[in-house]
């Protein structure tokens, strides 16, 4: 494709070579020509130059052709949403697209949804219903900011942005950010305690205690507890020394000539109660 120079360049030379032509058909005699078809053809020759000048001057000062938007296969996605709170509502603030392919020229306007997420729900696990809040178009500036002054206090909100292109394509949506849940308290849910384990026995092999129980349903792992007595006092203060997924746990570490105590717990979503317990004397090796 040519240059718009040199478009120029030819259409000045062309202009030049019709008024030559005009000059020499209005000011000299076609009849001093040397036959009639050579002046048939000059007159033919002034008739395109003048429809040629017609033709370029009608066409200056008209706009020209739009600049047109370099092709993209999607909408960019803004992936850098931030969020805080201010006096006067919800601040919202983030970036311009990072999608290489996806130029500025091409962004209409930023839609921005939000959307309310219910009281003691996980936002993980939240149905939430957005709804188009505002929308914002593209200025000059790299960053955007925008406050949603239409929120209610001891409500939680979450939000997203996402890009219109002139064409009223939508992007992708962006990364969503929460708000409000500094508001609200917490729902208090109902925390399973199993039961205590029953049934407890234990077997003396002089090299270990060997101690099992009932199984006690929807337990993640029972804990076992062991005291020693301290001067004929009875039991002292209970450590944990292990941890069983089944109803058995073996004491290894034990010496001769000592009474332990031992008393076991099971784990839920907390911690049972001590079971009863049971007292075990070591004999001389």
Same mark, same amino acid.
């Given at each position: 494709?040519?240059?718009?120079?040199?478009?120029?360049?030819?259409?000045?030379?062309?202009?030049?070579?019709?008024?030559?032509?005009?000059?020499?058909?209005?000011?000299?005699?076609?009849?001093?020509?040397?036959?009639?078809?050579?002046?048939?053809?000059?007159?033919?020759?002034?008739?395109?130059?003048?429809?040629?000048?017609?033709?370029?001057?009608?066409?200056?000062?008209?706009?020209?052709?739009?600049?047109?938007?370099?092709?993209?296969?999607e909408?960019? @996605?803004?992936? #850098?949403?931030?969020v805080?709170?201010?006096?006067e509502? %919800?601040? +919202?603030? &983030?970036?311009?697209?990072? !999608?290489?392919?996806?130029?500025?020229?091409?962004?209409?306007?930023?839609?921005?949804?939000?959307?309310?997420v219910?009281?003691?729900?996980?936002?993980?696990?939240?149905?939430?219903?957005?709804?188009?809040?505002?929308?914002l178009?593209?200025?000059?500036?790299?960053?955007?900011?925008?406050?949603?002054?239409?929120?209610?206090?001891?409500?939680?909100?979450a939000?997203?942005i996402?890009?219109?292109?002139?064409?009223?394509?939508l992007?992708?949506?962006?990364?969503?950010?929460?708000?409000?849940?500094?508001?609200?308290?917490?729902?208090?849910?109902?925390?399973?305690?199993?039961? @205590?384990?029953? #049934?407890?026995?234990?077997?003396?092999?002089?090299?270990? %205690?060997? +101690?099992? &129980?009932?199984?006690?349903? !929807?337990?993640?792992?029972?804990?076992?507890?062991?005291?020693?007595d301290?001067?004929?006092?009875?039991?002292?203060?209970?450590i944990?020394i292990?941890?069983?997924?089944?109803?058995?746990?073996?004491?290894?570490?034990?010496?001769?000539?000592?009474?332990?105590?031992?008393?076991?717990?099971?784990?839920?979503?907390?911690?049972?109660?001590?079971?009863?317990?049971?007292?075990?004397?070591?004999?001389?090796?």
């Amino acid at each position: 494709m040519d240059s718009p120079y040199k478009l120029i360049k030819n259409s000045l030379i062309k202009i030049i070579a019709c008024l030559k032509v005009l000059q020499h058909g209005f000011f000299h005699d076609y009849a001093s020509y040397h036959d009639k078809k050579s002046a048939q053809l000059r007159i033919l020759l002034l008739v395109s130059c003048i429809l040629y000048l017609a033709s370029f001057l009608t066409a200056c000062g008209r706009r020209g052709d739009p600049v047109l938007v370099e092709p993209y296969i999607e909408v960019g @996605a803004v992936k #850098n949403l931030k969020v805080s709170i201010k006096d006067e509502g %919800v601040n +919202l603030m &983030w970036g311009l697209p990072k !999608d290489k392919n996806f130029p500025r020229k091409a962004i209409k306007s930023f839609l921005i949804f939000r959307a309310e997420v219910p009281h003691g729900i996980k936002f993980e696990k939240c149905e939430c219903e957005y709804k188009l809040v505002d929308s914002l178009a593209p200025g000059k500036e790299k960053k955007f900011e925008y406050i949603d002054k239409g929120i209610i206090k001891n409500q939680a909100y979450a939000y997203k942005i996402v890009v219109m292109d002139k064409n009223k394509k939508l992007s992708k949506d962006s990364n969503i950010v929460l708000v409000g849940y500094e508001w609200i308290e917490p729902k208090k849910f109902e925390v399973y305690q199993p039961h @205590a384990p029953h #049934n407890i026995n234990a077997i003396y092999t002089k090299k270990s %205690v060997i +101690l099992t &129980w009932d199984e006690v349903l !929807d337990v993640e792992i029972y804990r076992i507890y062991r005291a020693m007595d301290t001067g004929g006092k009875g039991a002292d203060i209970f450590i944990l020394i292990g941890e069983t997924v089944t109803p058995v746990f073996t004491d290894k570490d034990i010496e001769s000539l000592k009474k332990y105590y031992y008393r076991i717990t099971a784990m839920g979503d907390s911690e049972s109660i001590p079971s009863g317990i049971i007292e075990v004397i070591t004999e001389s090796k």
